[in-house]
C-alpha cells in the first residue's frame, strides 16, 4: 500500500512545537481524522510530545480564528490514542489525529465561565472555530481524499465516557473506517471528547468551503 502521497503539512501551521523528530512515527496513507478536545484553555506540552496529536487548533478571540500547531505529519502516526495490547491498531491505523484546545465538559465550562476565562465549549462552539476546524476538514478531503461523514451517534460528555452513548465503535467497524470521528469513537479508548460538537454543522461548513 502506497504511504504519504499528499502534502504534508497544513498550511499556515506553526512547526514551533515539532515532535516528530524525536517521536519518529508510522508513515501511513491517512483516511481518517479523528478530533480531540484538549480540556485546558492553552497549547499543551503534551509531555514533551509523547501524547502529541498530528496538530492543535487554539483559539485566537481577538482574531476570531484558529492558530494551528502541526506536531507530525499528516500521514505519520501521532501518539493521543491509547492502544491495548494484541487488539486493534488506533494511532497507527490511517488516522490523523487533531486537538481542539477548550472542554466538552459542561462542569469545566462552567467553572471557566463563571471564573470570566475565555474559552471554548465545543459543544456550543462559535460559529468562526467550527468554521476553522471545517477548512481543515475540507483540506483533508481535497488533499487526502477523507470522506465528509462520520458516526451518527454524538452524544455528549459525561454519557459519551466509556461507552455510555453507545457511540464506541467496534474493533471491525473501526478497522473499515473511513471519514471523521470523535476520541469517543475510538476502540480500546474510554475518553469522552469532543462530545456533543455540532458535527452537522462541520460537514455542513466543509462542504460549503470547497463550494
Known sequence: MSTKTGPQRYPG?????????????????????V???????????????????????????GAQKL??????????SSRALENDPGGVQTNTLNVCQIELVGTCDPKTHAKWKAGDHRHVY???????????VARFLAWMHEEH???LRGPELWPAYPKSYANGGRQRMSGARWNAFNGVCGHMHVPENDHGDPGAIDFASLVKYAKEHLG
Open 145 to 147: 481524499d477523507v470522506p
Open 13 to 33: 501551521a506553526s512547526r514551533t512545537h515539532w515532535y516528530q523528530d524525536n517521536f519518529g512515527g508510522t508513515a501511513m496513507e491517512v483516511n481518517a481524522v
Open 67 to 76: 492558530k494551528w500547531y502541526q506536531h507530525f505529519d499528516i500521514e505519520t
Open 122 to 132: 465545543w459543544p456550543d462552539a462559535p460559529g468562526w472555530a467550527l468554521r476553522g
Open 35 to 61: 478530533l480531540h478536545t484538549t480540556e485546558g484553555r492553552t497549547l499543551p506540552g503534551y509531555g514533551g510530545g509523547s501524547s502529541a496529536p498530528n496538530l492543535t487548533a487554539v483559539p485566537d478571540f
